[in-house]
């Protein structure tokens, strides 16, 4: 199960989340959302479990702790819908004449 964990701290690393999220059971991935070009933290993050059990106690267990000086958002992802895809409704375009 793929979870979203919003309103991280920018300190925040995948080692951390690790480890919050290990105490609920295996981790299969961590990845914290970043910007393409500085590469700072976007404030938020996936992580997944393979245990549907597990990660129902992780949202649990961790949405509302603080983290970093951050009280995190932790739920089920959703998937992103058309509308959320590169390019946002109308998509890309070059200049016209």
Known sequence: M???VG???FETNENDLQTAF??????????IIR???SSDSRGFAFVEMD?????????S???GTEVGGRVL????A???DDSQQRGGRYGGGGRRS
């Open 61 to 63: 267990g961790l949405a």
């Open 2 to 4: 793929k979870l979203y």
């Open 78 to 80: 959703r998937p992103r």
């Open 51 to 59: 245990n549907n059990e597990e990660a129902m106690a992780a949202i």
């Open 22 to 31: 290990a105490s609920y059971g295996k981790v299969a991935s961590v990845a």
């Open 7 to 9: 309103n991280l701290s």
């Open 35 to 37: 910007d393409k070009f």
């Open 73 to 76: 958002t932790v739920n089920e």
